[in-house]
Structure formats: C-alpha cells, structure tokens
C-alpha cells in the first residue's frame, strides 16, 4: 500500500462520510479506493466504445466562475456536428446544469465529454450512451455506457 494525502472541499468530504456512513464502511480509506476503481472502470468501459454512438452528456457547473459559461458555449461549437441539441436549466442561485444530445463518432463524443470535464467552474459531467440504431439488431452493442 502507498499512502498519499489530499485536499478536498468540507462538504465534499462531509457529503462523502455520509455516503460511507449509510453504505456501512468501516474505513474512509476503503471507501476512496472503491471509488477510485469505480472511477477507472468507467473510464476504461468508456474506451472501449467504439463506432457511431447516441447519448446525453449532463453538466453541472457554477455560472458565477468566471468565462465557464463563454468556455462551454466554445467547446459546444466545435462539436456542432455531434450536438444534436442542448437544454440549459438553472438548479439554484449557483448552478445550472446543461443537458446535451449528441450523435455521432464515439471519438469525438468522447473528446467533447472531456474537453468540457477539464474546465474550472464545472463540477460534474457524465456521458451515458447506446447504440445510434444501427446495431439494434446486434444485442452485444445496444447496452448503454455510463462515463
């Protein structure tokens, strides 16, 4: 085992222990090493889709960090093939959440789905999608991915 130490927000990590808490751990450091591999098991089921998908990609960020907004509209337009549409909804005085429709080449849909995880002032972006109907047909490809 390797120890390491991190910084992270209270009510992250308070929002965190409760998870743990309700869930019956007994060690915050089982739980971060659960969720680590949780964490690299999406991204590597991720990888291996392949071909032309259908999907949504969901945003959460705070409209008050400054250039999230101009950032997000700027990487939407260079994925303007890919974007079949998008709905803007304001969650509180702080967040909104932008909910994106997208077809098309899972490459690019991934680097969309990436390019908009590395912004600052985005707190939460997930990508879940299926086969466009092409391979309806093939039961192996019709199963949605979670990123």
Known sequence: MMRISMSLPKKLLADFDEVLKNRGYQSRSKGIRDALQDYIVRYQWMNEMEGDRIGIITIIYDHYYSGVMENLAE????????????MHIHMTDKYCMEIIVVNGDINEIKELTEKMMRLKGVEHVKL????????FSDPEHSHPHYY
């Open 128 to 135: 879940t999608s299926t086969a466009n109907g092409k391979e």
């Open 75 to 86: 990487i939407q337009h260079q994925f303007r093939e890919e974007i079949t549409t998008s």
